[in-house]
């Protein structure tokens, strides 16, 4: 089958992984281009037998939103007229962009977009269930496909890469290290965090927040919030590919303490590095992870640090196994059979 991916980001190694799977069972795949406009002229885009939508804000987003109720409506309104013996599915990341000015406006045209869909593919109950009861899907359209792990995807600690890890942040050997790792934007709560960490007063404990921070109203907000803790580092920089096993070594812990988010593949990460991880009751987080690790309130995750800041670090490593282990099985190779499976039955209309 000829399927098309749409939008394809270079350096997201999920679709790396997820293309490299579905080649691999006898498909090709090709990179929609993104835009209203510039997708329905992706050179060979009309000769494909599955269209696979990925994330969709870039078509409903925008400064204006009369405009963007045109643009959005006009894409549509393409696309029903462009489908002809093609088949349309889309994996549900988020039913609604985390940055979205006119999210009312996103969901209604999401919910017109569903209808357009063949099938959809989703990576946890949670989202089934949103979508049943929220958009009213027809649960018969939906497949659940585990998201892959990232065992191995990334290349193995370097000795001397750990070694300017630590000496940049200069943390005594004993210390127990809670760490967030990825973009720092408002939905993902790393203030809830730092009032967190601060309220435990834990001692030989240390919290390492890393990423790149785009808002930089946030970003005082959350220096302001730390005011120079000496237990707490915010380092705002992109961790690269080849430095992300040297951070996941460092950390004892990893939080993600999430206001809202329907998958995550960070928390994929990092249990994929045998990390205990402490997530907070939403969306599909809890789906993966024991409930003596997932929180509902921010005096509940204070307790929370307590408990893993007493915990030993062979304890600690037993629970991050058990966090591997969960996860062992959903193969990006398993992901890609079963989406294969996906574009036969309904394209076949066999469900």
Known sequence: MKIAFVPVYENNPYQKE???????????????????????????IKDVD?????????????????LVFIKS??????????????????????????????PKLEKFMCRLFLR?????SVHNQYSIDRLVSDYKVKKYKVFLIPHGNYINAYPNVNTSKLKEVIDQFKFPTESRVIMF?????????????????????????????????????????????????SDIVLSNHFVSDDDLSSYFELADVVVFPYKNILTSGALILAMSFKKVCLVSNTGSLPELVGSTFVFETQNDLTLKIKDVAKMTKSDLATFGEANYNNIYTNTWDEMGRLTTEMYKKVKNKLR
């Open 18 to 44: 997820l293309i490299k799977s579905i080649v691999s069972f006898e498909n090709d795949v090709i990179k929609a281009d993104t835009g209203a406009k510039a997708f329905f002229e992706t050179p060979g």
């Open 73 to 102: 409506l006009i894409f549509l309104i393409r696309l029903v007229l462009f489908k002809k013996n093609k088949t349309y599915v889309w994996t549900v990341h988020n039913l609604v962009g985390h940055d979205s000015k006119f």
């Open 116 to 120: 357009m869909m063949d099938g959809i």
């Open 50 to 66: 599955v269209i696979h939508f990925h994330w969709i804000d870039a078509f409903f987003t925008g400064n204006n939103i009369i």
């Open 181 to 229: 790792l990825g973009q720092i934007r408002p939905y993902k709560g790393v203030e809830i965090l730092i009032d967190s960490f601060l309220a435990a007063e834990v001692k030989d404990t240390k919290l390492l927040i890393c990423g790149n921070i785009k808002d930089k109203t946030y970003e005082s907000a959350l220096i302001k919030r730390i005011d120079n803790h």
